[in-house]
Structure formats: structure tokens, C-alpha cells
């Protein structure tokens, strides 16, 4: 169903009352859209969120096809970003993204067909001295190895 | 033996310390708003910026005191201090250490700037993808709110002053001030023409002054230890301490604070610990991936604003990133490309395709189809962005790449055809 409940109707409230325009609050509320719908902004939504801001649905289209961040496709319930920018790349970032690959049999941009993991590639996640790092969810990014990463898939598979 | 200098990571450099706000009090915190919201003006707290010589640590260098000092007064319309804590540089985590560890020090700083400059309402513009630190820090200001610290009447003077977090939504070139600015109004982050500056015409075309997480982390520091303490920290204008983050090839990748002027090799090896298994350094990038490389014979300076730029690349954000021998710089060309093609907004022509020539031009060589020809085409589209585009992205892809080629032309053709 496209709409917020009344909960987070709230939080949308809260939001207008942080900044001069409802339009300002446009990215905390894609955000929120995002938290609702499994990591992404389904169909129908945009016309909601325009009419919620009092903008038209182009400014939405345009905003949303500018930020990385904002998908149109659900992540998997573990979606898994891996930094192959310059100082992951250059510490073995490749190589943990094609491990990865070939671990979950999926590209970045797919998610594994039981729904678990979602794979992105990504630039800096800020957290470089951790070189090369994955994130998970909104987790802190960590150090990683192939081994600790055959290990958590694992787990996660495991825990389901 | 090069030391660090603790005068930021005081704190998160004491054994046990949180960042609570219990912690940051105990430890002293908070002293210097006291001392401005009740013994100062907020003339003469721009005046101590001002005097103290800081000048900005988001990349530009660009004093913090003018800055402000450019706001102006009795328009009618709000005032606003919108921190950038978009930290998207490659190589950088400095801002991301201070929210993490210590995120008391750099709202202090946000509060008093804010007082300052007369705003009321604050925004912080964090990385979208850093959920966990935007959390840590709703926390950090949500118990400011509870001691009072902000919303009406702070200390029970007549200042009031909200803070709201806001975060992107993954676009490097949203640290870009003008972009950010769009980007906290809802928009596309795209750069702004300049004129007018933020300063007169910024959020909501209010005045508006953007200000690097660092560069606020200093400013209760100044006003605790006073102007003039501060400026005999580091070398001549380039007052103060830098969290000189460095990662890639180093024995002990990290922060490290280190006074303006330390010697940049001393940092690599003293503080860095060095290259990992005895190798040899082959390139160090010292500012973020917009500054030009160095060669390990170019690195014995002074690693400070003026003798970085003398040694022809940047300061920047004071993000080491540095390289052994192994590394094919062809790789690390076509990185920071790739990066920049994928980060360029797309308004300006030289830049959205500038971006994109270079990509294919050094990816060639990636694919090990170089020729002499396309090295020379890497110099003629560098040499058209520069000075053609809105902001300093498309000069920050351009450079680098020219440098590449310029430095280590014998890289480059050992990925010849
Ligand atoms: C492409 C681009 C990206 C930038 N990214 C950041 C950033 O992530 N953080 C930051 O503080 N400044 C960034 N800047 C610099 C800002 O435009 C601005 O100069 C800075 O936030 C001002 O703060 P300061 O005076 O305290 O340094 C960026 C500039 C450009 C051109
Ligand atoms: S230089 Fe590049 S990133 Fe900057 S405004 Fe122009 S196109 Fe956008
Ligand atoms: S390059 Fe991967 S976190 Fe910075």
C-alpha cells in the first residue's frame, strides 16, 4: 500500500517542523520511504512523497535518479556494500568484490534469489584506514578478509 | 622521532574515554561556550577566530574568522551554520573519527560558531550512507537538548539554537558547499553559480556559512587556550594541529594529529610506522584523491598548506594515502578517474565529458592498449577542463591525470599496445 501509517506520519510531521519548506525535508523523507519499503522507493511513492512536499512529480524523478542511495529495487535482507575505491582498490578491494561475486553468485546490483543478500559496489565509505572494509546495512564498515567473509555468510545463512 | 600533537584527540586520546556528554564534561567540555555566551560578544568571538589564524580544514584552506566575518548583519532574514560532515574525499576519515569518538568537541564548536554568526538553526550534512554515525550523533545532540545545551534560553542566557542532522543520500559532489546547500533544500545536488556566495544568498537564499567538521572541532579550543596560544601551534599561516588520516600500503593506518608544518616523511614513517613488509614508498597522494601525487624524493617537506602547494599538489583534507613499489599506477589512475567520472554532476560540459574521455582514455591502458598518441590525449582533454567547469571537481579529475602522466610516463608505457 503506498502511504505512510500513522506512525511515521509523525515523524514526517517532526521533519516539516526542522526546515523553512516541506520540500527541504525531501531526502529525510525518501529516506523514510526507503526504512518502510526494504531499502527502496517502490512504484507509486513518488507521486505520494510530491503531493507530501508540495512539489511536482518531475523535481521527485530528478532528485531520486541523482543519488546513488535512492533505489527503485528492493535490497536483500543483508545488503552488502564493498568499496573498490582508490585506497580499498588499492588494498584488495577487487578481490574481496569478486569473492563475494562468486560466493552469492550475483553481481552488484542483484540480490541472491532467496532475498538474504544485496551486493553494491560503492566509492570511499570514509573509514579507509580499515582498507579493504565492506559495509552491512547501516552498520560501521569493516576490515575484511576472504575467510571472515566465508564465515559470516555462513552465519547469515544459517540464522536465515 | 616525530610525535603527535594531542590537542583534539585530548580526549579520545585518554585511556577509557566515551564521548559521552558525562565524558566530555568531566574532561573539561563545554567551558569555552560558557565562556562565550557569557563573557563574550559575537563581534569578539569572530575576532579570536579570526586572530587565531584557523583557516578551514574541508579542503580549501580558506580562514574560518573572514568567513564568518562576511556574514551579513540585520537583513531581516535568518542566519544559518550548516556543518559539512559529507566527508566523501577518498583517503579521508578524519571528520568520521571525530563524530565517532568524540562528537561533543565539534557541536561546541557548532553552538558557539552559531552564536557567532547569530543562527538559530543549525544543520549538520552527514554522508548518507553513515547511518550508524548519524545515529551516534542524534544521541550526542539529543542529550544536549536534555541538559539544556540547546533549544531556548542555553545556559540560561538569551541565545536558543536547534540543531538538525541531515543526511545525503551518496553523492560525492554534495561536499561541495553550494551543492550541499541544494541538497539541504531537496534538491538535485548540483553546484551553484557563484556569485552570489553563501554568505549572502545560501540556505533557502538566507546567509549562510558552511563550515568542515574540523574546522568547528577547533574553535572551543581556540577560545580555551586563546588566540595567540593557539597560532604558535603549527607554521607561519598555518596555525594549529591537522588529523592527518593515512591509509593504503602503511604499517599503521589511522589518525594521527600532528601540528601544521610537521614533516610530511617523519609522518609517514614516524607516525605511520611505514611501508608494510620493508617495501619501498613509490607514490604518496597527500591531500584526497584531487591532489597530485608525490614522488617519494618529493616528500621530505613541510606538511603544511603553503609547502604542499609549493611541491605542486594540495593539502586538502590531509589524507595520506600512500603506495609501495608494487602499485601500477595505471590502477591507481584509473580508480581515481573512474571515481570522478562517476561523481561529476554533469552540469558543466568539459567536466561531465572531460570526465568520462579520461575514463575510457586510461582504462585503454588498463586494458593494456596504450599508445603514445592517447598519452598525449590524456594532456589535451586534462588541459581543456581546467578552469572550464562551475566548481573544483572538474579541475580536481583533470590534474591528476595529467600528473600521472607527466610523473611516471614509464608506467604508462609498460601498458602500451
Ligand atoms: C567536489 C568537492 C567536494 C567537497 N567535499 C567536501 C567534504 O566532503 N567536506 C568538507 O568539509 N568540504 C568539502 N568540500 C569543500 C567545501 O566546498 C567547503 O569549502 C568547505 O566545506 C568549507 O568548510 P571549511 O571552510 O571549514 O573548510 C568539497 C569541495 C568540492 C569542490
Ligand atoms: S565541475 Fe563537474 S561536478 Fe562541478 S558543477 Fe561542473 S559538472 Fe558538476
Ligand atoms: S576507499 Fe574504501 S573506505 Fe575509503
Known amino acids: ?160 | 622521532m616525530l610525535q603527535e600533537t594531542p590537542i583534539l584527540t585530548k580526549n579520545i586520546r585518554s585511556p577509557g574515554y566515551d564521548g559521552s556528554l558525562e565524558a566530555y564534561q568531566k574532561a573539561g567540555g563545554h567551558k569555552a561556550l560558557e565562556k562565550a555566551l557569557k563573557s563574550m560578544t559575537p563581534e569578539t568571538v569572530i575576532e579570536a577566530v579570526k586572530e587565531s589564524g584557523l583557516r578551514g580544514r574541508g579542503g580549501a584552506g580558506f580562514p574560518t574568522g573572514m568567513k564568518w566575518g562576511f556574514m551579513p548583519k540585520n537583513t531581516g532574514r535568518p542566519s544559518y551554520l550548516v556543518c559539512n560532515a559529507d566527508e566523501a574525499e577518498p583517503g579521508t576519515f578524519k571528520d568520521h573519527f571525530l563524530i565517532n569518538r568524540d562528537p561533543h568537541l565539534f557541536l561546541e564548536g557548532l553552538i558557539i560558531g552559531s552564536y557567532a554568526i547569530g543562527c538559530h538553526h543549525a544543520y549538520v550534512y552527514i554522508r548518507g550512507r553513515s547511518q550508524a554515525p548519524a545515529a551516534r550523533l542524534q544521541t550526542a545532540i539529543d542529550n544536549l537538548y536534555k541538559a539544556k545545551l540547546l533549544g531556548k534560553a542555553i545556559l540560561g542566557t538569551g541565545f536558543d539554537l536547534d540543531i538538525t542532522i541531515h543526511r545525503g543520500a551518496g553523492a560525492y559532489i554534495c561536499g561541495e558547499e553550494t551543492a550541499l546547500l541544494e541538497s539541504l533544500e531537496g534538491k538535485r545536488g548540483q553546484p551553484r553559480v557563484k556569485p552570489p556566495f553563501p554568505a549572502t544568498h545560501g540556505f533557502n537564499a538566507c546567509p549562510t556559512s558552511v563550515n568542515n567538521v574540523e574546522s568547528l572541532a577547533n574553535v572551543p579550543i581556540i577560545l580555551n587556550m586563546g588566540p595567540d596560544a593557539f597560532k604558535k601551534l603549527g607554521s607561519t599561516n598555518n596555525s594549529g594541529t591537522r588529523l592527518v588520516g593515512i591509509s593504503g600500503h602503511i604499517k599503521n593506518p589511522g589518525i594521527y594529529e600532528v601540528e601544521m608544518g610537521a614533516n610530511l616523511k617523519s609522518i609517514i614513517y614516524d607516525l605511520g610506522g611505514g611501508m608494510r613488509d620493508g617495501k619501498q614508498i613509490k607514490v604518496v597522494i597527500p591531500g584526497g584523491t584531487s591532489s597530485n601525487p608525490l614522488k617519494p624524493e618529493e616528500i621530505d617537506i613541510a606538511y603544511d598548506f603553503d609547502a604542499v602547494a609549493k611541491a605542486g599538489s594540495m593539502l586538502g583534507t590531509c589524507s595520506l594515502i600512500v603506495l609501495d613499489e608494487d602499485t601500477d599506477i595505471v590502477d591507481l589512475a584509473y580508480r581515481t578517474i573512474v571515481f570522478f567520472n562517476h561523481e561529476s554532476c554533469g552540469q558543466c560540459t568539459p567536466c561531465r565529458e572531460g570526465t568520462f574521455w579520461l575514463k575510457n582514455l586510461v582504462r585503454d591502458f588498463h586494458d593494456n592498449l596504450g599508445d603514445q598518441g592517447k598519452i598525449d590525449r590524456i594532456r589535451r582533454v586534462a588541459a581543456t577542463m581546467f578552469g572550464t567547469s562551475l566548481c573544483a571537481l572538474g579541475d580536481a579529475a583533470a590534474g591528476p591525470m595529467k600528473a600521472f602522466v607527466e610523473k611516471y610516463p614509464e608506467e604508462f608505457r609498460k601498458h602500451f599496445i
Request: net charge negative.
Open chain 1, 1 to 160: 500500500m503506498v502511504g505512510f501509517n500513522d506512525a511515521v506520519m509523525k515523524e514526517v510531521q517532526g521533519l516539516f517542523k526542522r526546515y523553512p519548506k516541506k520540500q527541504h525535508a525531501l531526502l529525510p523523507i525518501l529516506h523514510l520511504v526507503m526504512r518502510e519499503n526494504q531499502g527502496c522507493v517502490p512504484e507509486g511513492w513518488e507521486d505520494y512523497v510530491a503531493e507530501l512536499c508540495e512539489t511536482s512529480l518531475n523535481h521527485i524523478r530528478g532528485v531520486i535518479t541523482f543519488y546513488d542511495m535512492i533505489r527503485k529495487e528492493p535490497t536483500g535482507k543483508f545488503h552488502i556494500r564493498v568499496c573498490t575505491c582508490v585506497p580499498c582498490g588499492m588494498c584488495g578491494g577487487d578481490q574481496i568484490k569478486n569473492h563475494i561475486i562468486k560466493k552469492l553468485a550475483i553481481h552488484p546490483g542483484h540480490t541472491t534469489p532467496d532475498g538474504l543478500f544485496s551486493l553494491e559496489e560503492v566509492q570511499c565509505l570514509a573509514a579507509c584506514d580499515k582498507a579493504p572494509l565492506i559495509q552491512v546495512n547501516g552498520n560501521n564498515p569493516e576490515k575484511v578478509t576472504e575467510e571472515s567473509i566465508d564465515i559470516w555468510i555462513q552465519e547469515m545463512r544459517q540464522k536465515g
